[in-house]
């Protein structure tokens, strides 16, 4: 079945890069996402990745793929407070298709 | 562009009533999902509308709740009547052409 894990909680000091990892059960899934959600509000989608890429970089963030471990990982560089929220990892088959989420990992910046 | 409006944002309703969240997709998105999430949790799909048409119900506990997309636009979604596991919040999102975003969410209290 598709399930998406992921550590509930990671903390990291502000200045710091913040790596959080997430694994899939899906093989067939094509697309992987990181979305963003702060308290009180709805899910921002962060970043994507296609399944037949290995890495993505887009300003801070950095997602890896790893397809044959159905691993998939977020880094941010130079964490600062405004990164504090819980990350959605999830994935979908297909273009408009529905998004299995994980169950997210909290983020906490320490001064 | 104006995101994915949801009504109410919250609800507080006793058990055994009724209650109904209204959704008003991006203009010109075809697809419009319906979430739960529960405390915690990820969301989790309950439907998935292809203009008016539900293509994907296959998680929406059909004895209680009921969703509409008439016209392939505004969608409702009812449950009648509530129980106190139904406590979660309601995201509505949309997308076209792999182009998604969702909305703020309904948070509904079942007492």
């Known amino acids: 079945g598709e399930d998406v894990e992921q550590s509930l909680f990671l903390s990291v000091r502000e200045g710091d890069s913040s790596v959080i990892n997430c694994t899939y059960t899906?093989?067939?899934?094509?697309?992987l996402y990181w979305y963003k959600q702060e308290p009180g509000a709805g899910l921002q989608l962060l970043t994507y990745?296609?399944?037949?890429?290995d890495m993505k970089q887009d300003q801070r963030l950095t997602v890896l793929l790893n397809k044959k471990d159905k691993h998939l990982s977020l880094r941010i560089a130079d964490t600062q407070t405004g990164d504090s929220a819980i990350y959605f990892c999830a994935e979908s088959m297909n273009r408009d298709d529905k998004i299995i989420f994980g169950k997210g990992t909290r983020l906490h910046i320490l001064p | 562009e104006a995101g994915v409006v949801q009504s109410p944002r919250y609800k507080i309703i006793e058990k055994k009533q009724p209650v109904a969240f209204w959704c008003n997709p991006i203009s010109g998105h075809n697809t419009l999902y319906w979430y739960r999430q529960n405390l915690g949790q990820g969301p989790e799909l309950l439907i998935r509308?292809?203009?008016?048409?539900?293509?994907?119900d296959s998680q929406l506990p059909k004895d209680r709740f009921s969703a509409e997309r008439l016209k392939g636009v505004d969608s409702t979604l009812k449950i009648q009547p509530a129980e106190l596991g139904d406590s979660a919040v309601y995201l509505c999102?949309?997308?076209?052409?792999?182009?998604?975003?969702f909305g703020p969410g309904t948070r509904l209290t079942v007492l």
């Open positions: 999102a949309s997308s076209s052409q792999g182009n998604g975003s």
């Open positions: 509308y292809e203009n008016e048409e539900a293509v994907d």
């Open positions: 899906d093989s067939s899934s094509t697309y």
């Open positions: 990745i296609f399944s037949n890429m």
